[in-house]
């Protein structure tokens, strides 16, 4: 066999190097691949039409989104349009209203185009919604809206100030009023305050003489002193009821074994509590009271008339604050710590510092305390008138179960519906006591037994 040189084998395998490498090189330029012999070509027009297919796809996205934001925003000023048209309405409904009182015909002619032409643009605005007639300029549109809807929330705003403004004057005009009035129940007051104080001062007794003293003096004296006790059970009681206490079961423990025909009557035992403590020792001429000398018997009857004198057109707060150790303080202060007990007093202020300020030789300055003051100082008077009389009068009362006398007696209740006081068994117990002026004898005050 021939042997086969080098030299020869080397250029024919380079020349296949070549040609596969030429091929290779084509198949990437020109993307043609020798596949079994046959070379598959990709189309190079068929790729730039998909290049072309997708950029239009894209562009038509953009489209849509475009259509979708300018109904949206034409949407919007549509709606802004309705809202400003809705507070036009709604201001000028508030101008209809404020010019309804005062009238004002001219507002209401105003406020009533303005309605009428608002509502002929809601139904314009509703006529372009439904035939989606929208502005074509929404920006413009919108902010033609805003200034509009706030215009409207500016010129209701500034109604509402108006009408504040007129009702305003009107609540200074009934201020003024009730002001005149308040002057004018004042200036009535202080009148019937001068009444009071004239007949609470006992002015009918101005020019009364120790030697024309008579019974019908010392009637009105009694008169005087019976209300005045009456005012203070009145406040008495109703201090009792706003701190807690049983009515019922005090009325019973005053006056046991009383039937009372209404259950009002219970204050009269109350009343007679009152009288028994204030009027106890009034036959003494120095009321019991401790460490109290009294001139002869002939020159006591000026004594007690001149003492009767210098209370009787006194305040006794005022009269206490000037002599607060005279013979009528030690009476009030004595009388006071016997009628008001320990528990009543703390269950009315809480504590015991009135009762101790007044055993310490002060008085307080109380609602409560001026009320016992102003009784004791009736009673007072009327001790001293009593002891000016020669004889000096004297005081009474019935024992409970008494029959009765209308010589010494009188019921207390003076009511048409009350039976007769002939039909009563006997007196339930004494709420006034009497007094005998010389030969007169003035009636005590009886409540009479339903038993």
């Given at each position: 066999?021939?042997?086969?040189?080098?030299?020869?084998?080397?250029?024919?395998?380079?020349?296949?190097?070549?040609?596969?490498?030429?091929?290779?090189?084509?198949?990437?330029?020109?993307?043609?691949?020798?596949?079994?012999?046959?070379?598959?070509?990709?189309?190079?027009?068929?790729?730039?039409?998909?290049?072309?297919?997708?950029?239009?796809?894209?562009?038509?996205?953009?489209?849509?989104?475009?259509?979708?934001?300018?109904?949206?925003?034409?949407?919007?000023?549509?709606?802004?349009?309705?809202?400003?048209?809705?507070?036009?309405?709604?201001?000028?409904?508030?101008?209809?209203?404020?010019?309804?009182?005062?009238?004002?015909?001219?507002?209401?002619?105003?406020?009533?185009?303005?309605?009428?032409?608002?509502?002929?643009?809601?139904?314009?605005?509703?006529r372009c919604y439904l035939k989606k007639q929208f502005d074509s300029s929404p920006e413009r549109t919108l902010c033609l809206a805003e200034i509009q809807e706030q215009k409207s929330l500016l010129k209701t705003y500034e109604i509402m100030r108006k009408k504040l403004e007129s009702q305003m004057k009107l609540k200074d005009s009934e201020i003024i009023f009730l002001r005149e009035k308040l002057g004018d129940c004042h200036k009535q007051n202080k009148l019937l305050e001068k009444r009071l104080n004239a007949s609470g001062h006992l002015s009918v007794l101005d020019n009364l003489h120790l030697s024309g003293i008579s019974p019908s003096h010392f009637i009105t004296v009694l008169q005087h002193t019976v209300k005045s006790i009456r005012s203070f059970v009145r406040l008495m009681v109703t201090e009792m009821e706003s701190s807690g206490w049983d009515i019922n079961a005090a009325a019973?423990?005053?006056?046991?074994?009383?039937?009372?025909?209404?259950?009002?009557?219970?204050?009269?035992?109350?009343?007679?509590?009152?009288?028994?403590?204030?009027?106890?020792?009034?036959?003494?001429?120095?009321?019991?009271?401790?460490?109290?000398?009294?001139?002869?018997?002939?020159?006591?009857?000026?004594?007690?008339?001149?003492?009767?004198?210098?209370?009787?057109?006194?305040?006794?707060?005022?009269?206490?604050?000037?002599?607060?150790?005279?013979?009528?303080?030690?009476?009030?202060?004595?009388?006071?710590?016997?009628?008001?007990?320990?528990?009543?007093?703390?269950?009315?202020?809480?504590?015991?510092?009135?009762?101790?300020?007044?055993?310490?030789?002060?008085?307080?300055?109380?609602?409560?305390?001026?009320?016992?003051?102003?009784?004791?100082?009736?009673?007072?008077?009327?001790?001293?008138?009593?002891?000016?009389?020669?004889?000096?009068?004297?005081?009474?009362?019935?024992?409970?179960?008494?029959?009765?006398?209308?010589?010494?007696?009188?019921?207390?209740?003076?009511?048409?519906?009350?039976?007769?006081?002939?039909?009563?068994?006997?007196?339930?117990?004494?709420?006034?006591?009497?007094?005998?002026?010389?030969?007169?004898?003035?009636?005590?005050?009886?409540?009479?037994?339903?038993?």
């Open positions: 066999m021939d042997s086969v040189k080098r030299s020869a084998v080397t250029p024919s395998k380079s020349r296949l190097a070549r040609a596969f490498a030429k091929v290779l090189h084509l198949r990437v330029v020109t993307g043609v691949a020798p596949v079994e012999g046959i070379q598959k070509v990709k189309p190079q027009e068929s790729s730039k039409d998909d290049q072309d297919t997708g950029s239009w796809s894209r562009s038509q996205s953009f489209d849509d989104n475009d259509e979708k934001l300018r109904n949206t925003a034409e949407l919007e000023a549509h709606l802004a349009q309705l809202f400003a048209s809705v507070s036009s309405i709604k201001a000028a409904y508030a101008q209809l209203q404020y010019a309804q009182s005062p009238y004002d015909s001219s507002g209401i002619q105003s406020a009533d185009q303005i309605v009428v032409s608002e509502l002929k643009n809601l139904s314009e605005l509703k019973s423990a005053i006056q046991p074994g009383v039937v009372f025909l209404k259950s009002t009557h219970k204050c009269l035992a109350f009343e007679s509590f009152v009288c028994r403590e204030m009027f106890d020792s009034f036959h003494i001429p120095n009321f019991s009271l401790p460490n109290e000398s009294l001139p002869e018997q002939k020159h006591r009857h000026r004594l007690f008339f001149d003492r009767f004198f210098e209370l009787k057109s006194a305040r006794p707060k005022e009269y206490l604050a000037q002599k607060p150790k005279s013979t009528f303080g030690k009476f009030c202060r004595t009388k006071y710590l016997k009628l008001v007990h320990p528990k009543m007093e703390s269950s009315f202020s809480g504590n015991l510092s009135q009762r101790n300020l007044i055993s310490s030789g002060d008085f307080p300055n109380t609602p409560f305390f001026n009320s016992f003051l102003e009784m004791a100082k009736r009673v007072w008077l009327l001790h001293c008138l009593a002891f000016s009389f020669n004889p000096e009068a004297s005081i009474f009362q019935v024992n409970k179960g008494s029959c009765f006398s209308e010589v010494y007696m009188e019921s207390i209740i003076d009511e048409p519906s009350s039976p007769p006081p002939e039909t009563y068994p006997g007196v339930a117990f004494t709420v006034v006591p009497g007094f005998r002026v010389g030969k007169t004898v003035i009636q005590c005050q009886v409540y009479l037994s339903q038993c």
